[in-house]
C-alpha cells in the first residue's frame, strides 16, 4: 500500500532554511512516470504547487519560489527532500508531498500525506 | 503560469440538491485537469482526472466535464459528507496550479 509521511521542524525562525524529508512506501521513486511534488496551504487559504521530481530525477519548480527551493531525492532511502530558504512568516502553512501518477497519460496527485504544519516565528 | 479561476468561492445548499462549481483556465489546457475534494484538517483527495474520469472508489454522484479552458464539477445530490472544499488543478503545463477553491456547506 502506498503511503507518504512528511517530517521535519514544526518551528523555524524568519531567514532560516527549511528542510522537510517526505518518506515513501508502496512505490519506488524510479518507476517511469511516477513522481513527488510538494504542496503547501496557508492556515485557511488555498493550495499552492510547490516543486515536482520525476523519476529521471528532472526537477520543476513553482515560477515565484524557484529561486527559493530545491527539490531532490534518495531513491535508495525512498525519500524526497525539499529544502526552502529565507523562511518568513508568510510561508507559515501545511506542507504536503504527493505522489504524481502519470503511467497513463493523464496524470494526477492520487497519495498525499497527512500534511506537517511549519510556522515561521522568532 | 496558467491561472485557474473557480467559482463560486463558496456555496450553500440543501441536501439531495445538485450542485456546480466552475473553473476557468487562462489559456487552453485541452483536458489536463483534475478535482480535489479536501476535508478540515485532512490531505486533499481526487476524484475527477483528465477533466472526467472518476477516480476508483469515488461515489458516481461526482461527475466532470469540460475542456479547452472551461470545466465543471456536478455533484448530482449533495449528501452531508460532501461538506468540504473542492480544488481544481491544471496539469497541462509543468509549472501546475490549483484554483483558489470552492466551499460547499449544507443549509
Known amino acids: 500500500q502506498v503511503t507518504l509521511k512528511e517530517s521535519g521542524p514544526v518551528l523555524v525562525k524568519p531567514t532560516e532554511t527549511l528542510t522537510l524529508t517526505c518518506s515513501v512506501s508502496?512505490?519506488?521513486?524510479?518507476?517511469?512516470?511516477?513522481?513527488v511534488s510538494w504542496i503547501r496551504q496557508p492556515p485557511g487559504k488555498a493550495l499552492e504547487w510547490l516543486a515536482h521530481i520525476f523519476s529521471n530525477d528532472e526537477k520543476s519548480y513553482s515560477t515565484s519560489l524557484k529561486s527559493r527551493l530545491t527539490i531532490s531525492k534518495d531513491t535508495s532511502k525512498s525519500q524526497v527532500v525539499l529544502t526552502m530558504t529565507n523562511m518568513d512568516p508568510v510561508d507559515t502553512a501545511t506542507y504536503y508531498c504527493a505522489r504524481f501518477d502519470d503511467s497513463y497519460g493523464a496524470g494526477y496527485f492520487d497519495y498525499w500525506g497527512q500534511g506537517t504544519l511549519v510556522t515561521v516565528s522568532s | 503560469d496558467i491561472q485557474m479561476t473557480q467559482s463560486p468561492s463558496s456555496l450553500s445548499a440543501s441536501v439531495g440538491d445538485r450542485v456546480t462549481i466552475t473553473c476557468r483556465a487562462s489559456q487552453s489546457i485541452s483536458s489536463n485537469l483534475n478535482w480535489y475534494q479536501q476535508k478540515p484538517g485532512k490531505a486533499p483527495k481526487l476524484l475527477i482526472y483528465?477533466?472526467?474520469s472518476l477516480q476508483s472508489g469515488v461515489p458516481s454522484r461526482f461527475s466532470g466535464s469540460g475542456s479547452g479552458t472551461d470545466f465543471t464539477l456536478t455533484i448530482s445530490s449533495l449528501q452531508p459528507e460532501d461538506i468540504a472544499t473542492y480544488y481544481c488543478q491544471q496539469i497541462y503545463s509543468t509549472l501546475w496550479t490549483f484554483g483558489q477553491g470552492t466551499k460547499v456547506e449544507v443549509k
Open positions: 483528465a477533466a472526467s
Open positions: 508502496g512505490f519506488s521513486l524510479s518507476i517511469a512516470r511516477m513522481g
